[in-house]
């Protein structure tokens, strides 16, 4: 008692006394979702690994970083939202102990300031980040990092796991987006494409061990094949084509690279040792293909003489890095360079391994010293090893699925070489560990590569028809090992082929998004669909078969033969409605010639570009709004032109490119005549709203960007098609230079004028004008440029801490252009409106940025989208995401929140 009684005092004075202040919050301002840009320079002792960008470092992961070959030297800069004060700086070291780890720290601010500074050596336990602080006290919007020195680690790379700049300001608050609900309710209607459940593939059978050919066809199925390039009509031209290749590789000495000289690929892919070290293995595996076909030992005496030479030199080539600084090889300077410069020596092995050519002596140096080293150089370890670290992971791991990837993301396309490289490796040197081995990392390519959707992830079909080339080799060889990859998962794998017929434009091109080409169905990159059709038989691949060359000799990325060669029965051409790829964000309005694809969705990894709500058209025939020419990336254009926001039709802000960033598809609604989608981008700029409308009409396109946030910007609504811009007269006088950076350095300004109440021009297209209207809030300004590939590109240009942008677009074989376009008062800031008129026709588009009633133009709705026509005294009312939409005697109705259609009779 007594002790309660002492306490008591204490403990009421501890209540009178005052409560001690909390710390205030501190927000990291080094962050990109803050709004920091980040940039890097290094000195010449030093490189930057590829796949590793600088923002890796301020991402708050310490076990994520941008990673720095050789020396010091490096310098971060980092550039705030705004100039903010700066409590203290601090560091980490990531969590991979044997690399270098920064030591000497050099802090620069804008203002002159400039501490120095030590770290000590501290690595994460346990994944939770090791803070070493430095105080500042001072504001800033510009800091730089330079590291002067590291703890030396046992490999020459490392670099800082993470570094965060603290300041006091509420970044949260300065960076709300008024009236943005992020939670809102979506309204999309679009149909859902899933594989046939009841397909069954028809596999070809399983060849014994040490029994060849036993990769792509058995020694019946060659047989099968030599009868019909002696029958079949369209056999003779690629037979033909074939003998000619291997004979032109039957003369002259062998042209081998000196281990001891210039390696390949160190500043260009395509350098020409790199070309050298390819003529010969194409050149292997077309004269195997032609002793395969012909039985001409000559054909199989030289494929050996490639072999063991390359067999007697390729211990000999160093592992170097070349163009691709985040990869290493030996006869190439990558690993998916040096795997498809492997596979048709693989093929031209088995094809020759039973011929006279090859005595034992020969199998055992081409197998010991040329696919085996090869392969697990490819691989990064041995198969015993891989072996069991598969084997303490999951004792059962070759029947059961491989585990889900720590990180979720697109699946690189290169990973399927290396699989084609290993599994054909795996079957001839009878090793059934390694084909085991590839088979379960295929079931993970498969499961995680491809989206629900039938898209390969990278979002890029030039990608995913590369990653078709080399899957098919494996999904063969699997077949004849024994292992049902092409029935895997429901047959999952038949999805990308079947999502290629969906994606393409009427006129069997696709789109080519992202570091991607525009594809051409029925070229080389569909000789696929021969393997496709066998397995599934599917009378939809017929029509590319029968249009794709046919091709018995090994060229760049195809290392198969096409091995159908009779005229296969097409069905009526199918026409496909309008559809959404929900996994990689591409929403399609289309109708029998017109295409419009939004694009919404993720970033789409290393080959992504900054091009949030990006909008592509075919009419007319053609792409008219495309993507900006695709440049090599050995190019500079590239990194400074090709990716950068302001080369798409989007919406830059403060002219500077879009963040990597996923949107939200809003709404979606084909109703025939009328049709419309939207969505949003709400981090592609912090602090930014990004929304986009389009609504097809029969006529015309109407257009509506609208972009909000609490501060003043800069929007610049880019307009890119094909052909001469008529505003701009005189191109190659422009010379005047929009920006410095992202991609503006790269526009050469012709005209500029204001907007007014609205700006046009035309086009001149392969499918004739294509006229543009537009009408902007403000007083916007039309910036007419000239692009780094003489492509005429109309900037409009608003400011203000909102921007509605409206564009319309008519082709002239749809009918006159518009004679008015204007945005419509509302009276409510977060609803917009436009109107369209074209002689006794009138077309009101509505937007609503929040929920509830409106009224414009007399209506009076609910929708988040309206779309109302009247012509002749007929109207034509498509709402989305709403219950009612009134106008007079005109009423729609809906019990709950949705899209509905009316058309007058």
């Known amino acids: 008692m007594r002790i309660a009684l002492f306490l008591l005092p204490l403990v009421a004075c501890a209540a009178w006394a005052e409560a001690p202040k909390k710390p205030p919050k501190l927000f990291n301002a080094a962050l990109p979702a803050y709004g920091a840009r980040i940039g890097l320079v290094w000195g010449k002792n030093a490189g930057k690994n590829k796949l590793t960008p600088p923002e890796s ?33 601090a560091f980490a070291h990531s969590d991979y102990a044997t690399e270098h780890a920064p030591k000497g720290i050099v802090l620069e601010l804008d203002d002159g300031t400039r501490i120095e500074h030590t770290l000590e050596l501290k690595r994460p336990e346990s994944r939770r980040i090791a803070w070493q602080e430095l105080p500042v ?94 029958t079949q009509p369209r056999a003779k031209e690629p037979f033909d084509a074939l003998l000619n290749v291997a004979n032109g590789a039957l003369g002259g000495a062998l042209d081998f690279p000196d281990p001891a000289g210039t390696p390949a690929q160190l500043t260009d892919r395509r350098c020409p040792i790199a070309a050298r070290h390819d003529r010969l293995s194409k050149a292997c ?49 990558q690993r998916l360079s040096e795997a498809m410069w492997l596979i048709p020596l693989i093929r031209g092995y088995e094809l020759v391994h039973d011929s006279d050519a090859l005595s034992a002596d020969d199998r055992r140096l081409i197998e010991t010293g040329l696919i085996r080293p090869c392969i697990e150089f490819i691989l990064r370890a041995t198969v015993a090893d891989r072996l069991a670290a598969r084997q303490r992971e999951n004792p ?28 054909t490796a795996g079957a001839v040197l009878g090793d059934r560990d390694l084909v085991d081995l590839t088979v379960h990392d295929v ?67 696709a789109p080519g998004i992202n570091d991607s080409g525009r594809v051409r169905l029925g070229d080389w990159s569909t000789m696929v669909y021969d393997y496709a059709w066998l397995r599934y038989r599917d009378p939809a691949y017929a029509f590319l078969v029968n249009a794709s060359p046919r091709q018995l000799h090994a060229t760049e990325g195809v290392y198969y033969p096409t091995v159908v060669y009779d005229a296969l029965p097409e069905p009526k051409s199918a ?30 990894g290393v080959h992504g570009h900054y091009d949030k709500l990006n909008l592509l058209l075919f009419a007319g025939g053609d792409e008219l709004g495309g993507e900006p020419v695709m440049h090599r990336y050995e190019d500079p254009l590239h990194r400074e032109w090709t990716i950068h926001t302001i080369a798409h039709n989007t919406l830059a802000v403060d002219a500077r490119s879009q963040l990597a960033c996923t949107g939200k598809l809003l709404a979606f609604e084909d109703a025939g005549p009328l049709k419309l989608m939207r969505a949003e981008a709400a981090a592609a700029y912090p602090g930014v709203l990004l929304d986009r409308t389009v609504v097809v009409l029969p006529d015309a396109v109407i257009d509506l960007f609208h972009g909000r946030s609490a501060h003043e910007h800069t929007w610049d609504r880019t307009l890119r098609f094909q052909g001469a811009l008529d505003a701009i007269a005189e191109p190659q006088k422009a010379t ?94 977060l609803v917009a409106a436009v109107e369209m008129k074209k002689g006794d026709a009138t077309t009101l588009l509505v937007v ?26 007929k109207s034509q009312v498509l709402m989305a995401g709403g219950t009612h939409a009134e106008r007079g005697p005109l009423k729609l109705r809906l019990d709950a929140p949705g899209n509905a259609f009316h058309a007058d009779p």
């Open 443 to 509: 079931k993970g390519y498969i499961r995680d590569g491809i989206g629900e959707d039938g898209l390969w992830g990278e979002g890029a079909i030039g990608y995913q028809m590369f990653a078709l080339q080399a899957l098919v080799i494996v999904l063969e060889t699997a077949a004849r090992q024994g292992h049902d990859l092409w029935g895997y998962r429901g047959c999952r794998v038949k999805m990308p082929f079947d999502s290629v017929l969906r994606f393409a434009y009427p006129d069997g091109t």
């Open 848 to 873: 609503a940025h929040r929920a509830g009633r409106w009224q414009a133009a007399g209506w009076s709705s609910d929708a988040r989208v309206l779309v109302a026509g009247h012509q002749g005294g």
């Open 736 to 829: 005047e230079r929009l920006g410095d950076r992202d991609g503006y350095a790269h526009l050469k300004v012709a005209a500029r004028a204001p907007v007014g109440k609205l700006w046009r021009g035309a086009w001149a297209t392969k499918g004739g004008k294509l006229h543009a209207a537009v009408a902007a809030t403000g007083s916007p300004e039309a910036i007419l440029c000239v692009g780094p590939d003489a492509d005429h590109i109309a900037i409009a240009r608003a400011k203000g801490a909102s921007a509605n942008l409206a564009t319309v677009l008519s082709l002239d074989a749809w009918g006159p252009p518009a004679e008015s376009v204007a945005l419509v008062e509302t009276g409510d800031p």
């Open 396 to 423: 059962n791991w070759r029947t059961a699925d491989p585990p889900a990837p720590a990180r979720r993301g697109p699946v690189g396309n290169w990973l399927n070489f290396y699989a084609a490289a290993a599994i």
């Open 575 to 604: 026409t496909y409605p309008s559809t959404v790829f929900r996994n990689t964000g591409y929403a399609i309005l289309r109708d029998a010639g017109r295409y419009l694809l939004l694009d919404y969705g993720p970033h789409g």
């Open 57 to 89: 470092t301020f991402d708050g992961n310490a076990h994520t970083r941008c990673v720095l070959e050789g020396e010091p030297p490096y310098t971060f800069t980092v550039e705030l939202l705004q100039r903010l004060p700066i409590e203290k700086v």
């Open 285 to 333: 595996g077309s004269l195997a293909m032609a002793f395969a076909l012909t039985g001409d030992p000559r054909y199989a005496g030289r494929t050996r003489e490639i072999l063991v030479g390359y067999a007697q030199r390729y211990a000999q080539y160093p592992e170097h890095k070349g163009v691709n600084r985040s990869d290493t090889g030996k006869v190439m300077a």
């Open 137 to 230: 006290g001072r504001p800033a919007r510009v800091v730089k990092i330079t590291v002067t020195s590291n703890h030396v680690g046992k490999v020459n790379w490392g670099g800082l796991g993470e570094i965060a700049i603290l300041t006091p300001a509420d970044l949260d608050a300065l960076l709300a987006v008024p009236g943005h609900d992020p939670d809102a309710p979506t309204f999309v209607r679009a149909p859902d494409f899933e594989p046939d459940k009841a397909t069954r593939p028809s596999l070809p059978k399983t060849v014994p061990p040490g029994k060849f050919p036993c990769t792509l066809f058995d020694a019946e199925e060659l047989d099968a094949l030599r009868k019909a390039v002696k």
